[in-house]
């Protein structure tokens, strides 16, 4: 074996050994594995597969200074970044995106899907950017690329050729965000578009949805309708869903069966949405997320997301999964060990099921993406966030990081 991890345990807390060949797990074990050419101390941590960052935009990340959004609103926060996106370089792009994916990695990510913005003042050239930061660092992540019609689609007729361009230049899934048109009629015609255009290259679709606590807003269930319609079942990903926690209690019940049977996978960005959604209502301040635990309950597939990194967006966030898992816990009220774990595996198991990522996890024939954690249980990763992780990916030591606290 090129590799053996000795003294890790595993996700249910048993002492286990793991073992790597070229890049794959060959061995998991409870018993002492053979020596190895190179071997690592897990000194009693979980050893977990790696993270996975569902939901992001890299090219705005880290755009703060001078920026800041006063009314702390998504509508500013789209305007402050719509008067600077064009001035953004392909230079600048990758050096941000560079400090991102570095921290990320280190934390324990090895993929991450990102949104980029596809209209009439930006264009292609966003996307040259962040296809370049990709091609940069793919020797440490696995990035994908998703169009984003964030200017709308049947209000910006422009964007729809971009949408189609930015497929032959290196996106790999179709994006959307239907709420931004000024109807729900319109919102249809948006969804009609982004379906023409995956159907079409045989896609996958990851939209911004109903990112609102207006509830006039329900394209999830056009969306789920024109999934179940066009047997997309599975391909598609609704971000935010934030206008969930706006609808009443019936409305809720009949989309969340739709999504359920359009085996549609919901990702919640509870950390930016508690901060941008209910900015206009009085008290009681409605949370502003999707309804986590209703999804989880019927059985719907629920990863979370970073979204943005301090930016006009957000000013916190340290790409880190447990951070993300540890705020949605809180925002969704999961607070049992079941739904502990369940916030645990959002950024891991679910979000593999997402981006159907096979050969995940810790197992014999897995590729060997792993992270050692300075926990042994989910609560402990959640509540600690531990510093100390060793990363792994394709059998590769990529970091290490060991924080000491030294007394005097
Ligand atoms: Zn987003």
Redesign the pocket.
Known sequence: MDLVIRNGRSDTGQPIEVGIEAGVITAVSSTTLPAAAQEIDAQGGMISPAFIES???LENALLWDGLINQSGTLEEAIEIYARVKHDLTVEDIVARAGVVVKTAVANGTLWLRS?VDIDHIAKLSILRGVAAAREAYRDLIDIQLIAFPQLGLARNPEAVEMMWQAMENGCDLVGGMPHGEKTMDDAARHIDIAFEIAQKYDVDIDM?ID?TDDPYWHSLELLADKTIETGWQGRVTA??CCAMSAWDDGLASRIIDKVKAANIHIIT?APINSMLEGRHSGYPKPRGIARVKELLEAGVNVVC?Q??LQNMFYPFGKMDPLEVALITAHLAHLGAPHEIEAAFNMPRYHAARMWGLENYGVAVGAAANLVILDAQTAVQALRQQPANRTVIRNGRVLSETKVETIWH
């Open positions: 939901h992001f935009h949104h911004h990112e971000g935010h960005n997301g979204d943005d």
